[in-house]
């Protein structure tokens, strides 16, 4: 079945470092979302990418869709510690549902 | 953040007992889903509904049932609880199934004894 890998699995950075995290299929998608899940919370939607090479910022967050839309990244700039927490890709699945890769958890240290 | 209400948020349980999880959702959405959440595993998609009655299985379904009777309500049962079943479970719903993004809810922890 369709299957999404993320790296890294676990990410610590001091703060103000850049961080980035990857999400690659093995199948072409249709689009992609993220999410970012802070600790002890719930998954909240980030952003939606959907055309090959596709490139969308949110402030210090620079989300990149793959030109074969087999893979997708997530950039943050300048960490700060607002930013920990496990980061999710999602692609749509039979067109029903979304599957979620395992995430990749970033710490800050201060 | 998206009107859906997870009851109970947490519960501690026996083997062997019924429990049920409840997802209230004030927004009309179409779509509704039940996901585990398991430390390595990330989010794992139990069951999900389409509609009212329709309903159709996720990747780890075996072991529970859903029904959603009403457009907002989408309950999850473990007929009998197992411990492999503790975990962090989430609902969520969404207005069109692989193009609008998804809202959770705050979870339920299930812990089975």
């Known amino acids: 079945g369709q299957q999404v890998m993320q790296i890294p699995q676990y990410q610590h950075v001091q703060e103000g470092e850049d961080f980035t995290t990857y999400c690659n299929s093995s199948t072409t998608l249709s689009n992609i979302q993220w999410y970012k899940q802070r600790p002890g919370g719930h998954p909240v939607f980030l952003i939606q990418l959907v055309k090959s090479g596709e490139v969308k910022k949110q402030k210090r967050l620079t989300f990149q869709f793959g030109e074969a839309k087999k893979n997708s990244s997530l950039h943050i700039t300048a960490t700060q510690t607002t930013d920990v927490g496990t980061y999710f890709c999602a692609n749509p699945r039979g067109g029903q549902n979304f599957v979620f890769g395992p995430g990749t958890r970033l710490s800050v240290l201060p | 953040d998206a009107g859906i209400t997870q009851s109970p948020r947490h519960k501690v349980t026996e083997t062997g007992t019924p429990v049920t999880l409840r997802c209230h959702q004030t927004?009309?959405?179409?779509?509704m889903y039940w996901y585990r959440q398991d430390p390595g595993h990330g989010l794992r998609l139990i069951h999900y509904s389409y509609g009212v009655k329709d309903t159709d299985k996720g990747e780890v379904s075996d072991g529970y049932s859903v029904s959603r009777s009403k457009t907002e309500d989408f309950l999850l049962t473990l007929e009998s609880a197992t411990s492999s079943q503790t975990s962090v479970y989430f609902c969520?719903?969404?207005?069109?199934?692989?193009?609008?993004?998804?809202?959770f809810g705050d979870g339920t922890r299930l812990s089975i004894l």
């Open positions: 927004e009309n959405h179409r779509y």
């Open positions: 969520a719903i969404s207005a069109d199934s692989s193009n609008q993004p998804q809202h």
